[in-house]
């Protein structure tokens, strides 16, 4: 069964705008990571964030993290043509679990 | 260096017949995932393994699927007897270790449709 759970389902922006999606999760878990899925296929992770931490950037993505309401956000800015993708949260733990729980996804498309 | 490589990148089968399904990881890595993603859903985990042994066979749907590991490297994920709701894209992922915070590289893809 499925841990997490993306909201919204789908999002179009337009370029240069900000994208934001959230990730609401069941369980305790170690950590929370963030992946992107061009066209269907292979996954590329974007970011860690472990449960001690509150907020973590990379580059124009910032990821947060709130344990007491076991969500998370993505926070994608000045947004372009290629951040057109599904992005995926994927919970880890809480007990060295090395298998991810996903959710099923954000559909981001960028209009140009 | 590579990436995770699959092979076939996709497979067009009728329903009964058995289908392999292989995936080549990162060179040094010791963990290796399957995941299976329906149309339109998050990744399903299948099962892990750590070396040639596979601790968590958890997730494989039926007795009809199968995985092994040789030489600490690649994997073949077989399903026997395939039907209709086997249809989706089966990923592998490896990491370096397997531990819980070891980012889990995925490969392209296999997407498997049966008939």
């Known amino acids: 069964s499925q841990q997490g759970e993306e909201d919204p389902q789908a999002l179009s922006i337009q370029e240069g705008e900000n994208a934001t999606m959230n990730c609401s999760y069941k369980?305790?878990?170690?950590?929370l990571q963030w992946y992107r899925q061009n066209s269907g296929r292979g996954l590329v992770h974007l970011i860690l964030i472990r449960s001690n931490e509150r907020e973590k950037h990379s580059g124009r993505l910032r990821v947060t993290l709130d344990t007491s309401k076991k969500s998370s956000s993505l926070l994608i800015t000045a947004s372009r043509a290629a951040d057109t993708a599904s992005y995926f949260c994927?919970?880890?733990?809480?007990?060295?679990?090395?298998?991810?729980?996903f959710g099923a996804g954000t559909t981001v498309t960028v209009r140009a | 260096g590579a990436g995770v490589s699959q092979s076939p990148s996709n497979k067009v089968t009728e329903k009964g017949k058995d289908v392999e399904l292989r995936c080549d990881p990162i060179?040094?890595?010791?963990?290796l995932y399957w995941y299976r993603q329906s149309l339109g859903q998050g990744l399903e985990f299948l099962i892990y393994?750590?070396?040639?042994?596979?601790?968590?066979k958890s997730g494989l749907p039926s007795d009809r699927f199968s995985a092994e590991r040789t030489g600490g490297s690649v994997s073949t994920l077989t399903i026997q007897r395939t039907q209709q709701e086997d249809s989706a894209v089966y990923l592998c992922a490896s990491s370096l270790r397997g531990g819980v915070t070891d980012t889990q590289y995925f490969g392209p893809g296999t997407r498997l449709t049966v008939l």
């Open positions: 393994f750590q070396g040639n042994s596979a601790p968590d």
């Open positions: 060179s040094g890595h010791t963990a």
């Open positions: 994927a919970t880890a733990g809480p007990f060295g679990d090395y298998k991810l729980s």
């Open positions: 369980t305790s878990i170690n950590n």
